[in-house]
Structures are given as structure tokens and as C-alpha cells.
């Protein structure tokens, strides 16, 4: 298992970005998916955003419909850290935000390894 931790969390207005970082125990490029979730008071943990790299420097990204075209996943393979950059920031989008890592495709998120979470706050 690899130790996750996040940072980059805070309150914000509406319509304003922040970028979420996860730094990895180690080497996580080559052998985990990496994901982003998040979890609003009173409600399940939901998707976000995933990365999985093919080698060198093609990766895959996933994105739950809801962020499509405000968040963008990253990472660097050097700094054994993914980003969240999330931009025009809606209320909605409070929650605290976690990062994930599972090994493969065919793993499970739930079986991986989680960060303790970021709290963004969105203020309208």
C-alpha cells in the first residue's frame, strides 16, 4: 500500500480555483491508478477524476460529468504527485476531497489506498 497525503483545500468563492495536490509514499506512475473523490455532508462519496498512465508519457483521464471541463487531473511522475486543478468553482462543489490509488483496472477504489482528505468550501 502507498501513503497518500492532500493539500491544497480551502474556502473560496464561487467561480474561483484552487489546486488540489496528493504526494505519494512512492513510486505510484508505473504500477496505480490514481483518483480523486469527494464526499459532501449527508452524502456518499462520489468520483471525480481519474489518471492512469500507459507508459512514458501517454496517460488516460476519466471525469464524472458533473466536472467535465472545470477540473483537470495531472500528475508528476518526478514529484510522485497527482493534482487536481479546479477551476469556476460552484457551491455545489463543497466537500472534502480525497485521493485514491488502486492497483489496475480490475481492482477496486475501495480496496487502494486513501488520503485523509482536503475540505474545499465554496462560498456563493
Known amino acids: 500500500q502507498v501513503t497518500l497525503v492532500e493539500s491544497g483545500g480551502g474556502l473560496v468563492q464561487a467561480g474561483g480555483s484552487l489546486r488540489l495536490s496528493c504526494a505519494a509514499s512512492?513510486?505510484?506512475?508505473?504500477?496505480?491508478?490514481m483518483g480523486w473523490f469527494r464526499q459532501a455532508p449527508g452524502k456518499e462519496r462520489e468520483f471525480v477524476a481519474s489518471i492512469r498512465w500507459s507508459g512514458g508519457s501517454i496517460y488516460y483521464t476519466d471525469y464524472a460529468d458533473s466536472v467535465k471541463g472545470r477540473f483537470t487531473i495531472s500528475g508528476d511522475n518526478a514529484k510522485n504527485t497527482v493534482y487536481l486543478q479546479v477551476n469556476s468553482l460552484k457551491p455545489e462543489d463543497t466537500a472534502v476531497y480525497y485521493c485514491a490509488a488502486k492497483r489496475g483496472a480490475s481492482s477496486t477504489w475501495s480496496s487502494g489506498s486513501w488520503g485523509q482528505g482536503t475540505q474545499v468550501t465554496v462560498s456563493s
Open positions: 512512492g513510486r505510484i506512475f508505473s504500477t496505480y491508478n
